[in-house]
């Protein structure tokens, strides 16, 4: 039931007279024909089994007064609104809805600050606030169906809210009831979110604008130490960044688009070790994914499609990006700022606006990766630092398909039995390299036929690319990141050399047409003697990765040295060798 008084500015009860103005009162409104600085005090419960049309929410009794009934009248509303979206729950529910979106007592008549202000219970009814989301997520929630969020939010830390498959969010302009930046909705995790719809019924996270724009609201922003999300067919739009985030995040099939700057934006070194697996990111301002001062990132399968870079990795290290499509971005398919080792692997890189792959004091593995028709180079490299290793790659229709600056000495190829690339039909040349120093790129095939040579126009500065290849030696085209695993392929160890106590990470892929064989990775010394057995299992087609931590079988530190893996599946192997030191 809905109970009502009126009080006057003292909090004197003005009527009815035989009832009590006490701390059981719940929310008031400002009463309309006892005066401007008459306040309504309403209470929420039950009445008495008589009360008309029955004893159970949204029903209510109110009195004759024209005041209280006024105010009567809109809590019923509201409490009828709220049984209408929430139709299983209990009274102290409703009660608690109503609470939570009244405001502070009106003090336009001078009332500020009085002794009874506080007193009056939660304050004048907003039906707005109460039928939205906002504020804080104190205890543990659940989210189904819909939600509109009003206002910044944040998960408390211990706190979980869940949401729902099938559930969609949307994020409404601020109503200033800010408790972060004033000229955006802010949607801040320091306890945990769990975000994983379905294929059939996914999440949305968007705009409540008629004409929604990017930058409507922030994103989905993960705080704290103890903060995490894990997100699985999430669809996002229209944020300032998808997603930002300073701890570990496991995003899975999502789709994030026309956000204004990022779509994945990871900081610093408590997002390492972050999962981005078969995502889309498409029409982002600035970058599809960022990365800075992370290590330990794992994209896989996805698809990046910006405003500028596809992929934008700053001081990070060990990131694996595999499997992966960077395809029309404005700037650059992939680029590496000041970042340590890492494996590219499985991926297409086609028709970026800049460079394919644009690597900045950086270095790692590229490997099984197709580099085309981007505007300017498909592969350049600056700065000393930038000696990346490129194998079994098919790098075609560029301007210059591979062009180093200042240092930077890419190994395409060398006696190690590294190389077997594809780089052919460039405008202007295969190979742009250094006056001062040679850019290795033996055991490659440059498009030319049997007992032809490559025309020395096509290669500047100092480039070895003798002995050649005679044909192409990557029959295929590596695969788009709809698919997974269509070729067998091993890469390499990552880091390399391992050092120390540290676990290096080793990646392959099933092909299709060994579906379930069984799958053996196994660590060899240099006189073939096994050290480890990393994987022994059968595997459905895809990419996976293993890792080894420098021990053997009984947990003995293996001696520093050289090594090697091999992978075997089915009749087919692939070996590669690793170095560890300590």
Known sequence: MIQASVVDETGTLMMPQEM???????????????GAKSVIITGYGYLYPHSYPGSQVPHVYWYHQGSTSYSAAQVSALAGLLRSIYPDSSPAFIKHEIQRGAIPVDTAFGNRNTSWQ??????????YRSLTQWGRVRNDTTWTKFAYVSADLRIDEGKTLTIEPGTTIYFAPDDN???YDPTVLEFRVY???IAEGTASNPIEFRSFAESPQPGDWSGIQVFGNAASASLAYCNISHAYHGIKSYRPVELLHCNISDCEVHGVYLEGSGAAGSEITYCKMNGNGSCGIMINSSNNVSITGCESNNGYQGIYLNAS?????????MKSNIGNGIKKVSSGWGIINLCVVEDNN??????????????????WKNTANGLYCVGASSQPMVDHSKIKQNTTGVRVASGACPILGDSEDNGYNSIYNHSLCHVYGSPSYTIMAENCWWGNGPGEMPDPKMFKGIVDYNPLLESDPVFYLAPSASKKGTILSLAQNCPNPSVG???????????????????????YDVNGRRIRTLVDDAQAA??????????????QNAAPGIYFYKLVVGKSSISKKLILFR
């Open 317 to 325: 290290s060990n990131t694996h990006i595999g499997n992966t499509l």
């Open 542 to 555: 895809g990419t996976y990765q293993a890792y080894w931590d420098g021990k053997g079988e009984k947990g």
């Open 20 to 34: 009590h103005y006490s701390d059981s009162v719940d929310v008031c409104g400002i009463g309309g024909s006892t």
């Open 118 to 127: 506080y007193k009056l219970g939660a304050g004048r009814i907003n039906a």
């Open 501 to 523: 106590s540290g676990v290096t990470k080793i990646m392959y892929s099933i092909p299709h047409e060994n579906e379930n064989e069984r799958v053996s990775l196994t660590i």
């Open 354 to 371: 800049q460079q394919g792959i644009y690597l900045s004091q950086s270095s790692g593995i590229i490997s099984n990766t197709r580099i």
């Open 191 to 193: 306890g945990t979110l």
């Open 177 to 179: 009831q800010n408790m």
